[in-house]
């Protein structure tokens, strides 16, 4: 099954120190490394800042932008990891891993799959 793995931190890349942001760097190249030996890896990315974000909403076929994210929090958006796992426990083990765990918090949601999704993405034939 696949999960996505979303990354938040209160601290991005853009905000570390040199050296730290170097380390960090590091620590997920080893880590991407890692899964993808494991056969877990199917996807990832950093994420640029918030203040690089656009929300886009849709009122009465009206199109609205707004600068920044949709909400103001600590936490912010820094990355993902798109992964294969037999299960949510393995997909948790995996997640716990990611090195933006240390710092900040790994959200797993399992990527739906039922056929009604798949034929609205156009993977099955209606």
């Known amino acids: 099954m696949k999960y996505l793995c979303l ?3 209160e601290t ?3 905000q570390m120190g040199d050296d730290v942001a170097a380390q960090h760097f ?3 190249a080893e ?3 890692n899964i993808r030996e494991n056969g877990h890896y199917l996807g990832c990315n950093r994420l640029l800042p918030p203040s690089t974000a656009v929300t886009v909403r849709v009122r009465g076929g009206k199109v609205s932008t707004t600068d920044g994210p949709f909400a103001e ?3 912010q958006f820094g990355g993902y990891y798109l992964i294969e796992a037999r299960d949510l426990n393995e997909a948790i083990q995996i997640a716990s891993r990611i090195p933006g765990a240390k710092h900040g918090c790994v959200e797993v949601r399992p990527v739906a799959d039922d056929e009604q999704t798949l034929r609205a993405l156009g993977f099955v034939e209606a």
């Open 7 to 9: 990354i938040c931190a």
């Open 12 to 14: 991005v890349m853009e």
């Open 26 to 28: 590091e620590e997920y």
């Open 31 to 33: 880590f991407t490394k």
């Open 73 to 75: 929090t600590k936490e």
